[in-house]
């Protein structure tokens, strides 16, 4: 394991927030992880590197951007323009040094530049030629977004890039998958995850939200809708610098519990609600990986919830181990920061019964998704009531934790009669892109208030 100059590597910290005690029978022991990575900077090494970065160099990054170029790009032909303008806007954001590609998407995947199943290394002359290539992208064809994601796969792995390094993809579309079956797009997926992460943009009203959201959930990227082409290239600028602020890669959350501790579930609850149980890889002796992506400065919660044995009165124990680790390929792993996870047995009706106010303010905001979602569903399918019901406890949600940008886009699909008792009328008339905004950023939080 190489040695890192504390100088130019992020810190990682992680705290844990509780109320560890528990009734006598008491089971359920709820947590909130904050994991913090600071201090990287933009000189930050790649944990786990073969070799140390020294002052003023850079992690090794990747990045393969892809771009829709089916028919209905050409309608409006506004679309066409602003990818082609955005893409060159995200290619003049790239580091000096980093490996980058562009893909063509239609009902297959062709490679824009350089081609022939290499990568460019950005500087002045390869950006100038990547975006003399993209003047001569055009539309036609279908969509087969499972081919996009294959190719940009085996150009972030190839072997220009080292292991190591920082891989992301962003990609652009515009309309359904409709030229491969789902369960293509999602051996895809299954393929690449872990591989590389990846952001997903909608442009226009025409594509599925579930699917662009399923893209960036399955990895471990960001989802969101432009409605009007023109802000293509802000939004892809802004994309490619968080990109470029990444700095260690492949980062896991790892669980380690005792005998006779159940993990019930482990989710991401900030900045979005991302359900990560089920993608658990086994890490040794009852502990198990849940992967995180790649981290730059920023900070992220994780709700982990725990059954225990029961025990006596005056009772404690370790209910969890929660750390930051960066596998290494021969199985071993470097820990970057840990946090515990207690359970306390009382007959203290008022330790035992009080909950915790990070753990309160996520449950709610897990809900708040939930029931954006569950309404939105109910409305399209013509079910009023049961859409005003799961729409008015979202506006009712959002209002109590603060979400105001969660109750401004709630108000776009319905009249707020109520906020605080989440008395709410459907509107008659919902523009489609603001009941598509609305669902794209369903999952996204906020943070708890301070005290």
């Not at 028919?71 to 506004?78: I, Q």
């Not at 579930?210 to 802000?231: F, H, M, R």
């Not at 890669?249 to 380690?256: G, H, I, K, Y």
């Not at 523009?431 to 996204?444: C, G, H, N, Q, Y």
Request: charged letters at 20%.
């Amino acid at each position: 394991m190489a040695n890192f100059s504390k100088s130019n590597v992020p810190q990682f910290a992680v705290d844990v927030y509780q109320n560890e005690y528990l009734p006598e029978g008491g089971r359920e022991v709820n947590a909130i992880a904050t994991v913090t990575s600071t201090g990287g900077g933009t000189i930050g090494a790649a944990v786990g590197a073969p070799h140390l970065y020294t002052a003023g160099q850079s992690p090794d990054a990747a990045v393969a951007i892809m771009v829709d170029c089916s028919g209905s790009m050409d309608y409006p032909p506004t679309k066409m323009r602003g990818a082609r303008d955005a893409t060159a806007a995200a290619i003049d954001a790239l580091r000096d040094g980093v490996h980058f590609a562009v893909i063509g998407g239609t009902h297959v995947a062709k490679e824009v530049y350089p081609g022939g199943g290499r990568l460019a290394v950005a500087g002045p002359q390869t950006r100038e030629l990547a975006k003399q290539a993209l003047r001569r992208l055009s539309a036609g064809g279908g969509t087969a977004i499972g081919t996009w994601l294959r190719l940009a796969d085996r150009l972030l792995t190839s072997a220009d890039v080292a292991t190591s390094a920082v891989r992301h993809g962003i990609l652009l579309t515009d309309g359904r998958n409709e030229h491969e079956s789902p369960e293509d797009l999602r051996a895809a997926l299954d393929s690449c995850a872990g591989r590389f992460t990846c952001d997903a943009r909608g442009v226009g009203t025409d594509w599925e939200v579930k699917e662009v959201t399923g893209i960036a959930s399955a990895l471990l990227g960001t989802a969101d809708i432009v409605a009007d082409p023109a802000a293509l290239a802000t939004d892809f600028t802004q994309m490619m610098e968080t990109a470029m602020g990444k700095e260690v890669a492949d980062v896991s959350l790892r669980l380690w519990t005792p005998v006779g501790v159940e993990i019930k579930f482990v989710k991401q609850v900030a900045p979005t609600v991302e359900e990560l149980t089920g993608r658990r890889t086994e890490a040794g002796p009852r502990a198990g990986d849940y992967p995180t992506g790649s981290w730059g400065d920023e900070s992220r919660d994780y709700h982990i919830c725990v059954q225990v044995p029961g025990a006596e009165l005056g009772q404690e124990m370790l209910a969890a181990r929660v750390s930051l680790v960066v596998p290494h390929e021969d199985g071993s792993a470097q820990t970057l920061s840990q946090g515990l996870v207690r359970a306390v047995w009382t007959d203290d009706m008022a330790a035992s019964t009080s909950i915790n106010p990070q753990v309160a303010h996520y449950t709610g905001q897990a809900e708040l998704a939930q029931v954006i979602q569950q309404g939105l569903d109910a409305r399209k399918s013509g079910d009023v009531d049961g859409a005003t019901a799961k729409l008015g406890r979202a506006v009712q949600l959002a209002s109590a934790s603060g979400n105001a940008d969660t109750a401004k886009l709630l108000s776009k699909v319905v009249d707020v009669v109520d906020a605080a008792a989440g008395t709410v009328r459907l509107k008659a008339k919902v523009a489609e892109a603001d009941e598509m905004t609305l669902e794209t950023r369903s999952t996204k939080t906020v943070r708890v208030k301070k005290q």
